[in-house]
């Protein structure tokens, strides 16, 4: 009464006590049933944590890309109550860029509860990226899987990714169901692709399942599988708690999100946990599963997978791979999950230096969910403070831009990719001043002297392709043009192929996959593993400006290569240099030798206008008096280069 009373007289008139004593008589009623939804999804999940660890199946669907993933994964998610029908496609793909792309980027989990002649499991599904640049992704996602769906199209057929995902699964020992999907299709041949199934992988005919995810067609029959074959988690409850993180990401609210898989005993809210990594320890604060929906919990068992936030005072302490503990227990990791080595390296500067700060705060909170990537502080005479930052390969570099411009509003520039290269040096003074024998470097203005260069190495990667028989004439000397050297070629069944070649990564980090998809029509797939270092002979490439070097300009390549790269940058620059009043000469140099030259003309006055009639010799004078005042000012004049011109030819 006290509250009407009070809130009456705070209203002027009778009608706005009854309009707010409706609304708020509303208000309690949304309130009741948002609680009493909870409350019920909470009581739901909280039994899903009970149920027994030979009734748990962690699994994981690996796929090359468009191939059906994140479609199954919402077919799963129906048939299990997850969510409603119609909820939209791909529900597991959250990232603006995945959406628009229309590929996954991140490995997403969601817990199922399935009920499998008259038992109910529990089923933790992990959705993976296809795209080889995120193959570190695929890798973590089966970290605490027991089992994997090895998803194929039924018209494109086993692809490059499909093969490396499968040796993937092999290495770490998991179940493999294998599926053909799409047999709704009209050009759907599901028999050719049980044929490549059984040439390259030895898969049996009666092992293999069809369905269609779009219509829902036997994807029941998946639940089935995932249940009858793939075995319970290798965990155990009744000893002390420990867990490996495989994945984290940042929430403006609670700070460092940890997805963790919980390999012994259990955890509950309040209790106080050690990280190995750092040595710290912290206080769980927050416990929760994803269904996909994030929904909190007080505890989590032995053989789940669930996210787990605590004090950290910096997103850089919730590391990936790394062992959470008692406070007090002695052990040892569970897991020694390596880092992905970064590939390819990309200058990233802000488009103006005030914005410094913001964007670092920004890289800093994205590399929280991508630990695949390196960063290292750079400076740039011509676009100031920035960072060189390393990535798996150029997808991977355009979507970790991609959702630095959309998720924190920066506007990086991005330079040339290059990778990092290797050399040998001798010489006592010269190894101590490089810090040992051997140095790597991944900008041309880290360049060595060559004088005291013993070997270059460049990185090589093992590159699988797999196309139809006809195409194979053009892939051949597209890969020979790279300067690939032919591994393996294989019939896989009826008229496709699969190649393999040493490729230099210099060499396709750039147009290599544009190039091969469109010599064959899209119907090739192509894949690539690190194979280690070759020796090579590289060259810098230095740009001068009538003789003087400008520095940012440079650029590192083999020697094989020199005369086009130089050509190419000097065709680039003659259109973006400004004309000045007197002549520009840009060469590509090596050393003291000209690879490539253009010429960028004068502004010239026509100082023979207010002649009309008279001796010639008049006109030639001021002819001759121009062209010596123009030769005069280029030994003296400074070449004004704007900003975005360095922007335009360092920018990829």
Known sequence: MRINNLIYNMCCTERNYKFLQTNVSKLKRQYLYLHKKWYSTESKISEGCEVPLENIRNFSIIAHVDHGKSTLADRLLEITGAINKNSGKQVLDTLQVEKDRGITVKAQTASLNYMYKGTKYLLNLIDTPGHVDFSAEVHRSLVPCQGVVLLVDANDGVQAQTVANYYLAIKHQLVIIPAINKIDLKNANPERVIEQLEALFSIKEEDILKISAKLGTGVENILNAVVERIPPPDAFRDMPFRAITFDSWHNKYKGAISLIYVKEGSILVGETIKSLHNKK?????????????????????????????????????????????????????????????????????????????????????????????????????????????????????????????????????????????????????????????????????????????????????????????????????????????????KNIANDRLMLQFLLPLNEIIVDFYDYLKNMTSGYASFDYEEYGYEPTELIKINIALNGNTVEELSTVVHVSKAVQVGKKLCEKLVNLIPRHQFEIVIQAKHNSDVLARETIKPYRKDVTAKLYGGDVTRRMKLLAQQSAGKKRMKMIGKISIPRDTFIKVLKR
């Open 281 to 489: 320890s912290y206080q769980v604060m927050t416990l929760s599963m994803l269904t996909p929906n994030e929904v909190s919990v007080k505890k989590l068992f032995a053989g789940q997978v669930g996210c787990i936030a605590c004090n950290m005072r910096s997103s850089k302490e919730a590391f990936i791979g790394d062992t959470l503990c008692g406070k007090d227990r002695s052990t040892e990791p569970l897991l020694e999950l390596k880092t992905p080595k970064p590939m390819v390296f990309s200058g990233v500067y802000p488009t103006d230096q005030s914005q410094f700060d913001a964007m670092r705060v920004a890289i800093e909170k994205l590399m929280l969910n991508d630990s695949s990537v390196s960063i290292a502080r750079d400076f740039s005479i011509a676009l100031g403070q920035g960072w060189r930052i390393g990535f798996l390969g150029l997808l991977h570099m355009e979507v970790f831009m991609q959702r630095l411009e959309q998720e924190y509003d920066a506007q990086p520039i991005i330079t040339v990719p290059n990778v990092k290269y290797k050399a040998t040096i001798h010489g006592a003074k010269n190894i101590k001043k490089h810090g040992g024998s051997e140095i790597t470097f991944d900008n041309p203005a880290h360049f060595p002297n060559p004088q005291i260069v013993v070997k270059f190495y460049e990185p090589i990667v093992l590159g699988t392709i797999i196309t139809p028989e006809k195409y194979m004439g053009e892939i051949l000397s597209l890969c020979f043009e790279k300067r690939g050297v032919e591994q393996v070629t």
